[in-house]
DNA sequence: AGCTTCGCCTGCTTGC
DNA sequence: TGCAAGCAGGCGAAGC
């Protein structure tokens, strides 16, 4: 195999340095705003259990967070039981303020929002528009999946991380409480990192991206890094704030609300980077498969354990 | 209970 | 050129 691979790039999926970014850059735009009216088209768009969309109308939004790769925006003063709206972005879904004005961040005209690069090869707006938020003397907040992964969740504030399976993030993880996580768990670490339970806001990409720096093959068992919890969690913090300071990676048509690229893709070490040499030691990267997921990895800087040391 | 596999959904890429 | 199959991926459900 001569030179690298012409890798078929996936888009890059919103994890916890893109949500992250999107409601830094959300939060100055509807903080504060009152719901006119809000429509979803799509009824299976609705986590089970959820409200209706329509029923944040006359709420009042206290502010926008983040819970692992959820945006979730708290609201007050609307009907009972309204107190929070919980969007996932699932892999394709976008929040789209298109005309905004003030606060700062998401200024996107419509013309602009029109304009953009296609998103996952569709445009904004169109049969991908699925949700939208009017507020009171303000601007709008589109959703819009083309591939409908994402989700939306209207309902009370009370156990909302245990009802949609958020676990901690890695910034609200201590090391001896994610070793506890991690104990007598079989299970590869690429898996578990996934699972948003354990622990939340990592995705595929900066899974891998993790488990280089911090030295571990993704196929050794949750239990046999349960002592190098430390070293897995410094450089999970390091790698996504980094990653945050990037506005997050852009391989193809991820795009911040206000339409910018993220950065992140030029750190990348190991994702995407398959039959690549490792900048570290000059090995070729290897992409396998865990738990049916593609998985990146230096086979020199990651030693395999001891079971699949065979390959 | 823990772990793996499947299927959802859509658009792009690959192969015939 | 056109069409079908394959692939990607978060995550819940089903299966082991």
Redo the contacts with the bound molecule.
């Keep these: 195999m001569g030179g690298p691979q ?1 890798s ?4 890059s ?3 916890l340095p893109e949500v992250e970014t999107v409601v830094r850059q959300l939060a100055p735009c509807i903080e504060g705003r009152t719901v006119r009216r809000a429509t979803l088209r799509a009824r ?1 768009l609705y ?2 259990g959820s409200l209706s969309l329509a029923s944040v109308r006359a709420s009042r939004v206290e502010g926008v967070e983040r819970a ?3 945006i979730v925006i708290r609201l007050g003063g609307g009907l009972p039981g309204v107190e929070m709206l919980v969007v ?1 972005l ?3 879904g976008r929040v789209v303020v298109p005309g905004a004005t003030g606060g700062g961040m998401p200024v996107m005209e419509p013309a602009v929002a029109g304009s953009l690069p ?1 998103f ?3 445009a904004y707006g169109g ?2 528009r699925h949700g939208r938020i009017v507020f009171v003397g303000g601007p709008e907040l589109w959703y819009v999946d ?4 994402g ?1 939306l969740f209207v309902g009370p504030a009370d156990g909302l991380r245990d009802r ?3 676990g901690p993030d890695p910034f609200e993880l201590t090391a001896r409480a994610m070793s506890a996580r991690l104990r ?5 670490i690429k ?2 990192l ?4 354990v622990i ?1 806001g990592i ?3 900066y ?1 891998d991206e993790i488990l280089y720096h911090a030295g571990m093959h993704p196929l050794r ?3 046999s890094v349960e002592r190098d919890t430390g070293i897995l969690l410094r450089r999970a913090r390091t790698v996504l704030r980094r990653a945050i300071q990037h506005r997050g990676t852009t391989l193809r048509d991820y795009r911040t609300p206000d339409g910018r690229r993220g950065s992140f893709q030029s750190c990348l070490l190991v ?2 980077r398959e039959g690549e040499r490792c900048r570290r030691c000059g090995a070729r990267i290897r ?1 396998i ?6 998985t990146h990895f230096c086979p020199g800087c990651q030693r395999a354990p001891r079971r699949a040391r065979a390959r």
């Design positions: 012409e078929n790039e996936e888009d999926v919103p994890e299976d986590r089970s692992g790769k959820a996932h699932g892999m394709t296609p996952a090869g569709v049969r991908h083309p591939r409908r992964f989700y949609l399976h958020i007598g768990r079989k299970a590869p898996s578990l996934l699972n948003q339970r939340s995705g595929n990409i899974a068992s949750g239990a994702y995407a992409k498969v865990v738990a049916g997921r593609g």
